[in-house]
């Protein structure tokens, strides 16, 4: 029973480029949550997905960040144009439920990413 | 505009004794709060929950503490032991879900032979 599971769990860009980071979620789950860990700082709620719809992207830069969760397939969090203030440890989490559910989110290790 | 805080960065506390961890919020409309421990290199792991509707649960060796008026919450862990050594996020909702919980940014907990 594999928990959720994100890839790569590291990334290294140079600015300008993009970066994709992916999540599969907990089986049988279809709620997904991408957050970010800037360096000592906790974590920030970036957007909420279910399959094919975004839920709420209240986190979300406006500009470069973008997310999906296809009907089949991982989540993909897509950053484009890096810059190194993207430089952070980007975090997925599932849970079975959404709204009203017991809040709690089954997090993945992370992806690094790296700008140089 | 920080809505949950964590004003303690780090604690150290001997095996054995109580850890007591604490998270502020100024939002009165989270209704649901949780507490996440991470270890390094790791994604964070549920720990234990509480909603604004009862000011205490309790789950083995850890027991959370709810004051709505104070808008206050801390985290117990007795006995402490050093697989507690770990970083410790608070996390609030508005809603009772899961969706945006607002977390604080964590206090490292050290648990000293």
């Known amino acids: 029973n594999a928990g959720v599971m994100q890839n790569p769990r590291h990334l290294v860009r140079r600015r300008g480029q993009e970066a994709r980071l992916r999540c599969s979620p907990m089986k049988g789950h279809s709620h997904v949550y991408w957050y970010r860990q800037l360096p000592e700082e906790g974590l920030k709620f970036m957007v909420y997905?279910?399959?094919?719809?975004?839920?709420?992207e209240s986190g979300m830069p406006k500009e470069r960040f973008s997310a999906e969760f296809p009907k089949e397939g991982p989540s993909i969090l897509r950053i484009q144009q890096v810059v190194r203030g993207d430089s952070a440890a980007y975090f997925c989490?599932?849970?079975?439920?959404?709204?009203?559910?017991?809040?709690?989110?089954?997090f993945g290790e992370g992806s690094r990413l790296t700008v140089l | 505009d920080q809505q949950v805080k964590q004003n303690s960065p780090s604690l150290s506390v001997q095996e054995g004794r109580i850890s007591i961890l604490n998270c502020d919020y100024t939002?009165?409309?989270?209704?649901?709060f949780l507490w996440y421990k991470k270890y390094p290199a790791e994604g964070p792991t549920f720990l234990i929950s509480?909603?604004?509707?009862?000011d205490k649960n309790e789950d083995g060796r850890f027991t959370v503490f709810l004051n709505k008026s104070a808008k206050h919450l801390s985290l117990h862990i007795v006995p402490s032991q050093p697989g507690d050594s770990a970083v410790y996020f608070c996390a609030a909702s508005e809603g009772g879900g899961a969706d945006g919980l607002t977390f604080g940014k964590g206090t490292h907990l050290i648990i000293q032979p």
């Open positions: 939002n009165s409309m989270f209704d649901y």
């Open positions: 997905l279910q399959k094919e719809n975004i839920i709420d």
């Open positions: 509480i909603s604004s509707i009862k």
């Open positions: 989490a599932s849970s079975p439920r959404g709204h009203l559910n017991t809040g709690e989110l089954f």
